[in-house]
């Protein structure tokens, strides 16, 4: 018996190497391999087993508690019951089926840019980029600086996950997550190479004391996400907001829509196929002046004609009061040794010793606050104090 089991990982094990050996003939020269990630802690045989290592981190991120969360996270619109808006479980997925199909012609690392793909929202807070700007005033107030998607991203699944044992992702996977900032603008994106844990703390805290401290993927694959991100959004929040009846398709600037087309279907075909000619063996991801200057002009009108539409921030105003009220209670909680609360039923139950030691108590709250669902966080509030979810299905 032992003997076959043996045999059976053996096989198994020269599988992986063949599948590593398959990725230098069929990969650019500029592709991440998977025989050269690198993690913070070395893996158990039977943990890592048979699988290549972004591959490895694609499963580990798909089950975390943090993903299943998506579920109920805003993407743009909030406190709207309607079946056909998207939710962030669905934007990452949009991102990843993108990205993927960007990285198979580009001949990249499907596997690390699907990780990356997953991941890169997994700090979203409720509520969407509204829920992140109450948070972040929250933090920086109590002196833990600014709080941001991304480098919470990176919190839930090295540290908060499991329990506080993280899940041991590779250093390309962190870094692709922390660094899509898709919704800054560029025409081209370089990788900048070299990194280690190191740098991934040191960029960390520099983008917690700066938000606007620019951050650069140490991959092409973590380039394609950045790239796909915008993507993968543009078009479907416009399609989001016309089905609302935030803003008409005819809204659309002409100048626009003569190059992008003026639906979510041909603007990411556009979009792709754009990106995929002028980064075809280059080493950099980019795209063309012209689809690059009307794709600007596009995220100007969405933030002008969606983003800070005052039809959409009706909440706003109740939803900041919310958070406030939570972060403060939550923090009185743990100051004050409330086992009762939440945070310490909901959260801090079996959570290792490691990270409560290593976490000031705004962090945790930080932490706890973050990772709610949209619905999970109006349970938590006075009834009284909550705004009603309207219907518009």
């Given amino acids: 018996m032992m003997d076959r089991f043996k045999k059976k990982t053996l096989t198994l094990s020269n599988l992986k190497a063949e599948l590593n050996e398959r990725e230098t003939v069929i990969y650019s020269e500029a592709a991440a391999f998977s025989k050269d990630a690198s993690r913070r802690r070395p893996e158990e045989k039977v943990q890592s087993g048979y699988r290549q290592s972004y591959a490895l981190d694609t499963d580990r991120i798909l089950h975390s508690m943090a993903y299943a969360r998506y579920i109920d996270k805003t993407q743009v619109f909030y406190l709207i019951r309607n079946d056909h808006i998207t939710h962030r479980v669905l934007h990452v997925q949009l991102v990843s089926k993108i990205a993927r199909t960007i990285g198979r012609f580009l001949h990249l690392n499907e ?45 839930f699944l090295d540290c908060v996950e499991r329990k506080g044992r993280g899940w041991n992702l590779t250093l390309q996977t962190l870094d692709g997550i922390l660094c899509h900032d898709g919704e800054i603008h560029n025409q081209v994106l370089r990788p900048q190479g070299e990194k280690s844990f190191d740098t991934l703390a040191l960029e960390m805290a520099k983008k917690k004391a700066d938000p606007d401290y620019a951050l650069m993927p140490m991959t ?56 995929i000619h002028c980064s075809h063996t280059t080493g950099h991801i980019a795209f063309s002046d012209r689809v690059s200057n009307a794709l600007k002009q596009l995220k100007q009108f969405n933030l002008e004609r969606i983003y ?86």
């Fill in 220 to 275: 092409l694959e973590g380039c394609v996400v950045r790239m796909a991100d915008t993507v993968a959004y543009i078009g479907r929040d416009l399609e989001d907001a016309i089905r609302l009846k935030v803003v008409q398709r005819t809204d659309l600037p002409v100048e626009v829509t003569a190059v992008l087309g003026d639906s979510n279907g041909t603007i990411v075909y556009n979009l792709v196929t754009d990106i």
């Fill in 111 to 155: 596997d690390l840019i699907e990780a990356i793909a997953l991941g890169h929202d997994i700090g979203h807070t409720p509520f969407g980029h509204d829920g992140e700007r109450y948070l972040s005033k929250l933090c920086a107030d109590a002196g833990i600086g600014h709080f941001l998607h991304n480098v919470q991203s990176i919190q």
């Fill in 308 to 393: 800070l539409n005052p039809t959409i921030k009706k909440n706003a105003a109740a939803i900041q009061t919310l958070f406030e009220l939570l972060f403060e209670s939550y923090l009185n909680d743990l100051q004050q040794g409330n086992e009762r609360s939440k945070i310490f039923t909901g959260f801090l139950a079996d959570m290792s010793e490691e990270y409560i030691d290593s976490h000031r108590p705004a962090e945790i709250v930080r932490d706890f606050i973050a990772g709610m669902t949209d619905r999970y966080f109006l349970l938590q509030c006075p009834e009284r104090l909550c705004p009603k979810v309207i219907d518009v299905s």
